[in-house]
């Protein structure tokens, strides 16, 4: 969580930084700062509480001077409330050296003694502080060195940024478990979070090895190990669209985003597709190996989660090789029965989530081969896998997760049609058909999302309930648990997603005319238990939305609202209900006047534990 960005170079520096800002608001955005050198060897700091917006409004009011090196910070609290005191960059006593970090400083607290009987004197509750007293401390005219010896001293996770006035021209950057980058431009070089913040300035980029600082000055770059040594690096030319990062007349990045999906699965699929045939590459394993696999361990967070999830029900049904999906922070901490004949698939939007990564080295340490299913290049799960399948969906901006979820998706069927080629559980034949489905699914999204003024409709008149209920069956379950994170996540509604055959071991006690359950109830081999428990839920006053195929007349009869899909494979159903299910949240929480894009609490990247 928290975005960083830093500049050195002749430009003026506030501009730079506070629209690359902008772009990693995404990261956490409960308070902002900056930090620059003026010209007269001077440290000036403006933070303020709140979006990136209050602190433009500070500086209206408290102008800065002229400055060309500058570091600045969007933060999603870990330690110590959102204030304009806790905000970075945090500064050292004398004032002269600023520090801005995203992570957390495990050990903050022996330091934060130890520096007290040294003198310091904190003001903040942060973790961050000490590194800027700790840095101080260790200073004596070269902010390298004491940069080096201080992030040594360092535990935990962290990427920061560091100036001082007495280094006009410098900025130091280094990193651990968190991610930074260093974008190379003409005579100006920048530090981020994420390519976003730096994409409209420079598109060469060196992506910072776990372990590595850097110095940057406008001339150029040096990186270096935490003992000092010379590290060699390579840059890197990003591929990325300037305009995916522009909301581009939608009001909100989450509608922009839901429209963006036919397109992204059309991409996807072209770019999967070979002479009729889908392939895995970046999966990096032979037919012998795949063969060879015995189960599947999958780990992953939040939506991620249960796009593992659905890919369980796809792989077990087309590949017949059993899947185990954990959340991320379960399986890192149960000592998982993991041996080499077993394929861990992790699954991240961000590739940066810090539970994910360290599942990730868990399954890693005990033989597993790793292949990550990951949205964002270079980033660091995709470092530490030996395989990967990217799901070029472009930026997702939009804290609640959506086409990078119905790409995750996507790309399980691919996954699972590979699986099943190697394993031959399923005919060419039967695969050949297999992709023809798939390849309508961008088609079939444009027609839903042409009917959504009727989701809107059907929002609209639900937003008001105080409690959701979602249910599904099979390769829906998961579709339920997702439609309630949605709406829970952008609504604030308490929402439950629940297996429907579980209903009447729990969930069945909510219900009464106080309340709404979306029913995901496409043709399936379960779509009769689904009508039975639409029977059970009218029977009780509870309104019912429901998703159903096309044309179903049933089921217009047990519930208030109808969302269509248009008919097609079963196991394909997930892709289709994400959409008004994703559309549903989308506007109950625009209905209600919530900031949809930045949802309180939230954060796009969780790089902390
Ligand atoms: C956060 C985001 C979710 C995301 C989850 C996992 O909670 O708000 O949208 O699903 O992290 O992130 P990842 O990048 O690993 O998919």
């Known amino acids: 969580m928290c975005g960083i960005i830093g500049y050195v170079g002749s430009k003026d520096a506030l501009p730079i930084l506070i629209d690359s800002l902008k772009q990693l608001e995404y990261r956490g955005y409960d308070s902002s700062g900056v930090g620059l050198l003026g010209h007269n060897a001077q440290l000036i700091v403006r933070k303020a509480k709140g979006k990136i917006a209050s602190l433009e409004e500070l500086i209206r009011h408290q102008p800065v001077p002229y400055a060309s090196v500058g570091i600045s910070h969007t933060r999603w ?59 101080a401390t260790l200073y004596n005219g070269d902010l390298v060195e004491a940069v080096r010896r201080a992030i040594n001293q360092l535990k935990g996770a962290f990427a920061i940024g560091v100036i001082h006035a007495d280094h006009p021209d410098m900025l130091v950057a280094a990193r651990v478990g968190s991610p930074l980058i260093v974008g190379v431009g003409e005579r100006e070089n920048y530090i981020a979070s994420d390519v976003p913040a730096i994409i409209e300035r420079t598109r060469r980029v060196i992506y910072l090895k776990d372990g590595q600082m850097a110095v940057l000055t406008k001339e150029g770059v040096k990186v270096s190990d935490f003992a000092g040594k010379a590290a060699a690096f390579k840059i890197d030319t990003v591929d990325f669209n300037v305009t995916a990062a522009r909301k581009e007349g939608y009001p909100h990045f989450m509608l922009k985003e839901i429209h963006e999906q036919p397109q992204a699965l059309a991409q996807m699929i072209s770019l999967r597709l070979k002479n009729g045939r889908l392939n895995c590459e970046g999966l990096d394993l032979s037919d012998a190996v795949l063969g060879g696999i015995k189960r599947i361990a999958m780990v992953a967070c939040g939506t991620a989660y249960h796009a593992g999830l659905v890919g369980k029900y796809v792989i077990e049904e087309l590949a017949r090789l059993p899947v185990d999906v954990d959340t991320s922070s379960e399986f890192r901490y149960r000592n998982p029965i993991i041996d080499k004949h077993t394929l861990l698939v992790a699954v991240s939007q961000s590739g940066e989530t810090a539970d994910t990564l360290a599942a990730v080295r868990e399954a890693k340490a005990k033989g597993a081969k790793i292949v990550v299913i990951c949205n964002v290049i270079g980033s660091s799960i995709v470092r530490e896998s030996d395989g990967v399948l990217y799901t070029h969906a472009g930026p997702e901006i939009g804290v609640a997760s959506t086409k990078a979820y119905t790409a995750q998706l996507m790309m399980f069927y691919i996954l699972a049609l590979r699986l099943a080629a190697a394993r031959k559980t399923i005919s060419p034949a039967g695969a050949k058909k297999f992709i023809a489905e798939l390849k309508r699914i961008p088609l079939l999204y444009k027609d839903i999302l042409k009917k959504k003024a009727h989701v809107q409709k059907a929002a609209e008149a639900n937003s008001h309930f105080g409690c959701f209920l979602f249910l599904g069956r099979n390769v829906n379950y998961p579709s339920a648990l997702e439609g309630a994170l949605k709406l829970k996540e952008i609504s604030y509604i308490p929402a439950e997603g629940y297996a429907a055959g579980e209903m009447k071991h729990g969930p069945i006690a909510l219900i009464d005319e106080y309340r709404a359950v979306v029913c995901i109830a496409p043709q399936s081999h379960v779509y009769e238990k689904m009508a039975s428990n639409m029977q059970e839920i009218r029977a009780r006053k509870g309104n019912i939305i429901a998703i159903a195929t096309q044309g179903d007349k049933e089921i217009k009869r047990h519930a208030d609202f109808v969302l269509d899909i248009p008919k097609a494979h079963e196991l394909l159903t997930p892709l289709l209900v994400a959409l008004p299910l994703q559309l549903l949240a989308y506007y109950i929480a625009v209905k209600r006047g919530n900031d949809v894009d930045q949802p309180r609490n939230l954060a796009k990247s969780v790089t902390v534990e």
């Open 77 to 135: 609290a870990t330690h110590g409330l959102p204030s304009d005191i806790n905000s970075h960059p945090h500064t050292d006593n004398k004032h002269r050296l600023a520090v801005v970090h995203n992570g957390i400083i495990e050990n903050y607290q022996p330091l934060k003694e130890a520096l007290k009987k040294k003198g310091c004197k904190f003001i903040s509750q942060t973790d961050t502080e000490v590194i800027a007293h700790l840095v």
